[in-house]
């Protein structure tokens, strides 16, 4: 069965320190995988997405995300993290028809 | 352009009460999905339209109905209200992109 895990509920880190969210996924096929990102009471926002080629793929307000498929992982990286990054993250692997499957959700703190 | 925008952005109903979600999208996607966002379960898709004139049932759909009502318009129904569907109700759409889906802002829907 085609499924996400994000083993990570919750992560604190400090404003400049690095940031790394953790993504699993299990999927038949090649997959097509995404981050997205969701401030408090707002919708998501697309922050990257992996469709094929390149297994590094930049996105958004900083961050990146590497395609390893060996060990099934879309990992979430952000060299130094801002106050601002403070949200819930979920990373996504796309099935047939466009539907996506999500994961539980990274809740990210930022401590001054 | 507005993107995807949902109405109303906030309801209380009790329980046995009907009630609709209305969905519209400026961005002449063909695909439009609805999803629930409950705590620690990320999102779950419940119907999604493929393309006008088509629906189909995803991950959760009892209690629901869904209308593709034209290009731009996909909503989502219950019938009678239930407890377990307080939940945040998110619409969103993806055109040829595949598999990029843009959110709505998102109803929070309260069932008493």
């Known amino acids: 069965a085609q499924s996400v895990t994000q083993p990570d509920i919750h992560i604190t880190v400090s404003e400049g320190a690095s940031l790394e969210l953790r993504c699993n996924y299990s999927y038949g096929a090649t997959p097509y995988l995404f981050w997205y990102v969701q401030s408090p009471g707002q919708g998501l926002q697309l922050l990257l997405k992996y469709f094929s080629g390149d297994t590094l793929v930049q996105g958004i307000k900083g961050f990146e995300a590497e395609f390893k498929r060996s060990q099934s992982s879309f990992n979430l990286r952000k060299p130094s993290v801002h106050w601002s990054d403070a949200a819930e993250y979920f990373c996504?692997?796309?099935?047939?028809?466009?539907?996506?499957?999500f994961g539980a959700g990274t809740r990210l703190a930022v401590h001054p | 352009n507005a993107g995807v925008t949902q109405t109303p952005k906030f309801q209380v109903l009790k329980t046995g009460q009907s009630m609709t979600l209305q969905c519209a999208q400026d961005?002449?996607?063909?695909?439009m999905y609805w999803y629930r966002q409950d705590p620690g379960m990320g999102l779950r898709l419940i119907y999604y339209?493929?393309?006008?004139?088509?629906?189909d049932k995803g991950e959760v759909p009892n209690g629901y109905n869904v209308s593709r009502l034209n290009k731009r318009e996909f909503s989502l129904r219950l019938e009678s209200a239930a407890p377990s569907q307080t939940s945040v109700y998110f619409c969103a759409s993806s055109g040829q992109d595949a598999d990029t889906q843009y959110f709505g802002p998102g109803t929070r829907l309260t069932v008493l």
């Open positions: 961005m002449n996607h063909n695909s």
């Open positions: 339209s493929a393309s006008e004139g088509t629906t």
């Open positions: 996504a692997v796309g099935g047939g028809y466009n539907k996506l499957i």
